[in-house]
Structure formats: C-alpha cells, structure tokens
C-alpha cells in the first residue's frame, strides 16, 4: 500500500503536467511553473522541458535540469529564445556553446554563447561569417590572434566591424 501511494506521489505532478499541456491561461501557467520550480523528480522535469506549450515552464523546467545531454538537446532545439539562453547558461559543454555562437537563430543566444567562448577557431569563424555585426565585434573582442583580426578589418563590409578590429589590433600590439 505504501508503494502504491509513493507511486502515486511520484506521478501526480506528471498527470498534472500532462493535464495543463493544452492550458494557457496565465494562471494555469503560474501554477505549472511553480510545480516545476519545486520538483525534484527528473522524468517530470524532463517532460516540462520538452513538451509544455509554455516557454516559461520550459524555460523554469531548464534551471532544475542537471541531465547535460538533455541540456544540449534543449539548447539545440527549443523554439523559445529564453528557454534556450537558460539551457546556455546551464551547459557545460565547450561544443554545444561553439555550436550556439555559430548556428542559433537567434543573434541574442550568439551574442551570450560569444561571451562563453574561448576557443580560437570558433571566435575567428564567429568574426569572418557571423550575419550580425554585433555578434562579429562581440566575437574579435576575444580573438588573440593579430593574423585573424587583420583579415576582419580588411575583409567586413560594415565599417563599424572594420573599426572594432583596428582597435583590437591596437590592443594586440
């Protein structure tokens, strides 16, 4: 009787999750965010995480994940911009960041995965080809390599990315 029940309080935040999926309204959002914000059980997490509609349960759901697999996958995946800047914060993975400052769709997770990086090849890939000028200053801030920083300069198109990297240059001297 007593399993039954432990059971049973294992999975009352699953079938309630599973309940709300189809629930938008601010209060039923609140609500799941706040079981998510008190969980401990790794499968409920998970399930919030992948397959709640709202991206602020997803997104709560990320900050109790330790799982760095399903980290990744999230950061890889996820529609929502905030789901994945969390998922950012939470991984641990030098790749999975390398891979989010060159291909994320959005220019603000690139911005926040450049901040991250350490790796020379990926910030030099970053500052040649990143579509956002931003993303591309952000990016030769880190460069160490002078041969890398003069190719910028004498290849961007945007002036303000020239400018930004005879600054660096200056500051590598």
Not at 44 to 61: C, F, G, I, N, T
Not at 85 to 113: C, F, H, I, N
């Amino acid at each position: 009787m007593k399993a039954r029940i432990s059971i049973l309080i294992l999975l009352l935040p699953l079938a309630f999750l599973a309940a709300g999926c189809g629930e938008s309204s601010r209060e039923a959002v609140q609500k799941r965010v706040e079981m998510v914000r008190t969980a401990s059980n790794p499968a409920y997490l998970e399930k919030a995480a992948l397959s709640d509609k709202s991206p602020a349960v997803r997104q709560a759901a990320v900050e109790r994940i330790f799982d760095q697999e399903l980290i990744e996958k999230i950061l890889a995946q996820d529609d929502d911009m905030g789901v994945r800047m969390a998922a950012l914060k939470r991984v641990r993975s030098p790749e999975a960041v390398a891979r989010a400052a060159t291909g994320d769709k959005s220019r603000y997770v690139r911005l926040a995965a450049v901040s991250l990086l350490s790796d020379q090849r990926t910030l030099a890939e970053v500052a040649l080809t990143d579509k956002d000028r931003l993303v591309r200053i952000t990016a030769l801030g880190s460069i160490m390599d002078a041969n890398t920083v003069r190719k910028v300069m004498a290849s961007d198109k945007d002036a303000r990315v020239r400018a930004a990297a005879e600054k660096r240059l200056n500051t590598l001297r």
